[in-house]
């Protein structure tokens, strides 16, 4: 791996990501719309989506990432990509979300603000 790309994840912070995703799972728990028995199937499966990347992110091995293992950086992107991901689907307008979970596309599912947020803070568009 060339330094640069060394470099380019030095400033990644497991931790502070796993604390972030935390804090936007804890953010879907408290939704009103994920109270059992009737969870909203959009906003369960946004909060597995994320759950699962946030099990992708606690099996990363920042020794092997410091050292430039190949392997450990893609886990890295793919993690960062995940992100991003659930970051477009948290903010769709276009009704697809709803389309893919099952949902009503004209009545789509509001996240509300502390979901929004917490997205925002995560991909680091706050």
Same mark, same amino acid.
């Given at each position: ?9 030095? #400033?990644? /912070? ?5 604390d972030?995703?935390?804090? +936007?799972? @804890? &953010?879907?728990? &408290? ?14 499966? *946004?909060? @597995?989506? *994320? ?7 606690? &099996? %990363? #091995? %920042? /020794?092997?990432? =410091?050292?430039?293992? $190949? ?17 477009? +689907? %948290?903010?769709d $307008?276009?009704?697809? +979300?709803?389309?893919l ?5 004209? /009545? ?6 502390? %979901?929004?947020?917490? *997205?925002? =803070? ?5």
């Open positions: 791996m060339a330094t640069e790309d060394k470099e380019d994840l030095l #400033d990644f /912070n497991a931790k502070k990501m796993d972030q995703m935390g804090e +936007l799972l @804890d &953010s879907f728990e &408290s939704h009103p719309l994920m109270q059992p028995p009737d969870t909203h199937p959009t906003l369960f499966f *946004i909060f @597995d989506f *994320i759950r699962n990347t946030r099990k992708e992110l606690r &099996s %990363i #091995d %920042i /020794n092997k990432l =410091r050292e430039g293992d $190949s392997e450990t950086k893609k886990q890295v992107v793919d993690v960062m990509g995940r992100n991003g991901f659930a970051n477009a +689907l %948290i903010n $307008s276009t009704g697809r +979300l709803a389309v979970t099952g949902g009503d596309p004209g /009545n789509p599912v509001g996240f509300g603000s502390e %979901i929004k947020e917490g *997205i925002a =803070r995560l991909v680091g568009r706050d």
